[in-house]
């Protein structure tokens, strides 16, 4: 079975770091392009990172870039994010998602985790 | 950034009824959109890409449509499966964007 599961999410104050984790199973990881995805309480969704298979290539969204890093091994079949300087405006459920189909410019994305949330409080 | 607007922000529609949600791009994205569903305390899924091509396994009830800067979503005949939130999502260039959704309420 496809999955994508996220764990490391948790109450921080402002200014404060986090990692988050993002485990797959049942497709060779190794294979694809992987991104993370926030969803504000009550809101959209906005892309936040992405890496490519072998690590080189690393996509930010201006919102996190500078504060937020993107890294992922392969052996363990896992990609994190490594948070800094996190903000209010950061609390939000952190998806993962594998890349699915592109443009040859950008992706959009087949498999999606259910997320783990992070509220940044004083 | 390339800005997506989806309309109605909500939407109410009875079993069996036809249910169309459009979404708008600021500017031509070729008909590299996708549209996802999302349910209740879920993740997203995949329902369409390349603005009309079926992902596999979404039932067929569901269609898409459009090109440049307009796009439809399609439901053909709403089942109560398909309460949840609809996004559509542009990926001609980063930063990938997504509309603000569309809440899908079965009367």
């Known amino acids: 079975q496809v999955q994508l599961v996220e764990s490391g999410g948790g109450v921080v104050q402002p200014g404060s770091s986090l990692r988050l984790s993002c485990v797959a199973s049942?497709?060779?990881?190794?294979?694809?392009?992987m991104h993370w995805i926030r969803q504000a309480p009550g809101k959209g969704l906005e892309w936040v990172a992405g890496?490519?298979?072998?690590?080189?290539?690393?996509?930010?969204a201006d919102s996190v870039k500078g504060r937020f890093t993107v890294s992922r091994d392969n052996s363990r079949s896992t990609v994190y994010l490594e948070m800094n300087s996190l903000r209010v405006e950061d609390t939000a459920v952190y998806h993962c998602?594998?890349?699915?189909f592109g443009s040859g410019f950008a992706p959009c994305f087949d498999i999606w985790g259910r997320g783990t949330l992070v509220p940044v409080s004083s | 950034d390339i800005q997506m607007t989806q309309s109605p922000s909500t939407l109410s529609a009875s079993v069996g009824d036809r249910v169309t949600i459009t979404c708008r791009a600021s500017?031509?994205?070729?008909?590299?959109l996708a549209w996802y569903q999302q349910k209740p305390g879920k993740a997203p899924n995949l329902l369409i890409y390349?603005?009309?091509t079926l992902h596999s396994g979404v039932p067929s009830r569901f269609s898409g449509s459009g090109s440049e800067t307009e796009f439809t979503l399609t439901i053909s005949s709403l089942q109560p499966d398909d309460l949840a939130t609809y996004y559509c999502?542009?990926?001609?260039?980063?930063?990938?964007?997504f509309g603000q959704g569309t809440r899908l309420e079965i009367k």
């Open positions: 998602a594998r890349e699915g």
């Open positions: 049942g497709f060779t990881f190794s294979n694809y392009v």
């Open positions: 890496i490519s298979i072998d690590a080189k290539s690393k996509h930010y």
């Open positions: 500017q031509s994205i070729n008909d590299w």
């Open positions: 390349a603005a009309s």
């Open positions: 999502q542009q990926y001609n260039r980063y930063p990938v964007t």
